[in-house]
């Protein structure tokens, strides 16, 4: 009888993407995948240990399964991903529940560490991180529809209050036929949405190419038949070419939406977080104008962080202000987290968590009105939307449009009054009305 595995992916898309490729390797080895960890065998944890509350939020998974073991429900608890990457012995001693820690370097070879663990070994393993499979068979955990498209890992911006590129070492691109062939076997597979993600997608093909591949590759992307839609996460300002930004307004296919994480706008702020690209208020206002003015309809999502090592009330004022002016049609604010082994974490001036978070809530309290106000705009217009699903209580479909990224923003729920919308389809939809971040409409056509 074949011993079962499951796994719980936590994290960002990019560890999503791992722990896809881990499952087919267990799989292909021989071992019965289960939906739900707790009915397996072998508990997989594919963790997140960017900041304090991921961190938090890995460990208390394991602790969850670790009863279930205790209760002689499962056998054993493996551990991956970059929090294991991170603390590698720490999780072996501090948690005896665990049965094994691999760091990401092991993630190819995870099907005989299964095999030793089921066998009464207890270990550790932790390969060089250039190990891991940048490619390779997935067993997916997202809806057919749409996918997730890794095409490189690491980094090297060295961003100060980051620990990501200790965990995950230096940038490495994937070959961009290998990219080609990975996305036609997924919209073969079904896939009408491709999301590009990699820790920084704009940097992708320098390393391999000595020159900046991203225009390319969507161009190539854009070729595919069945291909529908592409979006881009993870851009980043300094590599944010007139090129990357004429393509994706000529080709038809990449969604006009950009991901651009900027996480201040103050210039002493943005040079002590070692952050590239432009600095200070005005210079940024400039990019986003160059931005839209390129890409007529842009949706511009950004992520900030308030409450820096030293950030004065004059600069997180400044900070509010720009997102008054900038107008981001999507935008998230988190508190600092002061993450040991970066440089960030040793500065002077480290801020109490109460007024951290206050800062980063005000910052969300006055993006809402901007985020309403775009809401607004929409009524009245016929969108492009995918069909995600049918909610039982508001009897209505719901689904996403080319200005909704999948778990980050809201939804368009629609009624129909002819044939029923299957899900993974595009349906035109009449919006009638913005509610609370989502939209709400008829199916017309």
Request: aromatic share 8%.
């Amino acid at each position: 009888m074949a011993y079962s595995v499951g796994m719980v992916n936590l994290g960002c898309p990019k560890n999503q993407v791992d722990g896809e490729i881990i499952m087919a390797s267990l799989r292909d080895a021989g071992f019965e995948l289960k939906d739900d960890a707790a009915l397996a065998d072998v508990a997989l944890v594919n963790t997140c240990g960017f900041i304090q509350d991921a961190k938090q939020e890995s460990i208390d998974e394991i602790l969850e399964l670790a009863k279930l073991k205790q209760e002689g429900r499962i056998r054993a608890i493996v551990v991956t991903g970059c929090l294991a990457e991170r603390y590698r012995d720490e999780v072996l001693k501090e948690l005896p529940e665990v049965d094994a820690v691999v760091g990401i370097g092991g993630n190819g070879d995870l099907a005989q560490t299964v095999a030793r663990v089921l066998q009464g070994e207890r270990c550790g393993l932790f390969p060089p991180k250039e190990a891991l499979p940048l490619c390779g068979g997935r067993v997916l955990t997202t809806p057919s529809y749409f996918a997730y498209l890794k095409i490189a890992e690491g980094c090297d911006n060295r961003c100060s209050y980051c620990a990501i590129p200790g965990i995950r070492g230096k940038y490495r691109s994937r070959p961009l036929q290998s990219i080609l062939e990975e996305a036609k076997e997924l919209v073969d597979g079904g896939a009408k949405e491709l999301i590009l993600v990699a820790q920084d997608t704009t940097r992708y093909g320098i390393d391999l190419y000595q020159k900046l591949m991203l225009p390319e590759l969507l161009r190539k992307l854009s070729a595919l038949d069945g291909l529908r839609w592409i979006r881009l996460l993870y851009c980043y300002p300094d590599t944010l070419t007139d090129e990357l930004l004429d393509t994706i307004a000529a080709e038809p296919k990449v969604v006009k939406y950009i991901d651009l994480p900027l996480q201040h706008c103050n210039e002493r702020i943005l040079g002590a977080m070692n952050r590239r690209g432009p600095r200070g208020k005005q210079a940024l206002l400039a990019l986003i104008r160059r931005v839209r003015e390129r890409v007529p309809g842009v949706v511009l999502r950004t992520t900030l962080i308030a409450g820096f090592p030293g950030e004065t009330e004059e600069e997180f004022t400044e900070l509010a202000e720009f997102v008054k002016e900038a107008r981001f049609e999507r935008l998230g604010c988190f508190a600092y987290s002061q993450e040991e082994d970066t440089p960030a974490a040793s500065l002077p001036g480290q801020l109490d968590g109460e007024v951290k978070r206050r800062r980063a809530e005000i910052i969300m309290e006055q993006q809402f009105p901007v985020m309403e106000e775009y809401e607004e705009r929409q009524v009245g217009k016929t969108l492009q939307v995918l069909t995600e699903g049918f909610d039982r209580y508001a009897e209505c479909f719901f689904g996403r449009s080319s200005a909704d990224a999948p778990e980050i923003d809201g939804k368009v729920f629609f009624t129909t009054k002819g044939s029923k919308p299957h899900y993974g389809k595009f349906v035109k939809v009449r919006i009638q009305e913005a509610m609370e971040g989502d939209l709400i409409g008829e199916a017309v056509g």
